[in-house]
């Protein structure tokens, strides 16, 4: 199983990204996903999920929400986390991740397979 994540950079307080986490080795759709982050010297923390289906989408709190969206395309084997507005306190790295059964969506201990994280740092 392999999680690709990609779309990190280097941007200015104010602007937008789009991460994307290519998924193989595994049946795509049959898994709940998620992106969480990491800064430095912190813990890993979740910041928004999204069910098999695209039915159902979790954030961390409203002020993620305001800024996010998180998407999948089961045909592509992709999940997508579309952020706007960025701000210094985004810089992280993040992390997708594959759950089989999506019971607790904002615990990092119910990922089975994670990728490799991308870096998104957020100048001010």
């Known amino acids: 199983v392999q999680l690709q994540a990609c779309g990190g950079g280097l941007v200015q307080a104010g602007d937008s990204l789009r991460l994307s986490c290519a998924a193989s080795g595994l049946t795509f759709s049959n898994y709940a996903m998620a992106w969480f982050r990491q800064a430095p010297g912190k813990d890993r923390e979740f910041v928004a999920g999204?069910?098999?289906?695209?039915?159902?989408?979790?954030y961390a709190d409203s002020a993620v929400k305001d800024r996010s969206t998180i998407s999948r395309d089961n045909a592509k084997n992709t999940l997508y986390l579309q952020m706007n507005s960025l701000k210094a306190e985004d810089t992280a790295v993040y992390y997708c991740g594959a759950d089989k059964f999506g019971l607790r969506i904002y615990q990092s201990y119910e990922y089975e397979y994670w990728g490799q994280g991308t870096l998104v740092t957020v100048s001010s």
């Open positions: 999204i069910n098999w289906s695209s039915s159902a989408t979790y």
